[in-house]
């Protein structure tokens, strides 16, 4: 069964940094593309960042403070984020689709739960 789980979510405060992570099973990333996505309330949800076998992608929200790394052996996909301001503040979620290059609409198949991800003073 494919299988999504998000963690490192939590509160820091601005100029922090979070890792998250999204450890995935049932699957090989080797024929998968993952996207970080987030959700703020009243909001749409928002592409941030993919990774494939063929590449990685950023939108330009950000494009310079998080980046996004993959270890197929532990078989997990990780967001580091640095200089995080409240506007960065969301549920976050990682998700997953067959493909070999990845996008950052919304068109995966396959969802984690969600971490929460506040920053505040």
């Known amino acids: 069964q494919l299988q999504l789980v998000e963690s490192g979510g939590g509160l820091v405060h601005p100029g922090g940094s979070l890792r998250l992570s999204c450890a995935v099973s049932?699957?090989?990333?080797?024929?998968?593309?993952i996207a970080w996505f987030r959700q703020a309330p009243g909001k749409e949800r928002e592409g941030l960042s993919c990774?494939?076998?063929?590449?990685?992608d950023y939108a330009d929200s950000v494009k310079g403070r998080f980046t996004i790394s993959r270890d197929a052996v532990k078989n997990t996909v990780y967001l580091q984020m640095n200089s995080l301001s409240p506007d960065d503040t969301a549920v976050y979620y990682c998700?997953?689709?067959?493909?070999?290059?990845?996008?950052?609409?919304?068109?995966?198949?396959?969802w984690g739960q969600g971490a929460q991800v506040t920053v505040s003073p």
């Open positions: 998700a997953a689709d067959p493909r070999m290059y990845c996008t950052l609409v919304d068109e995966y198949d396959y």
């Open positions: 049932g699957f090989t990333l080797d024929y998968y593309a």
């Open positions: 990774i494939s076998s063929n590449g990685a």
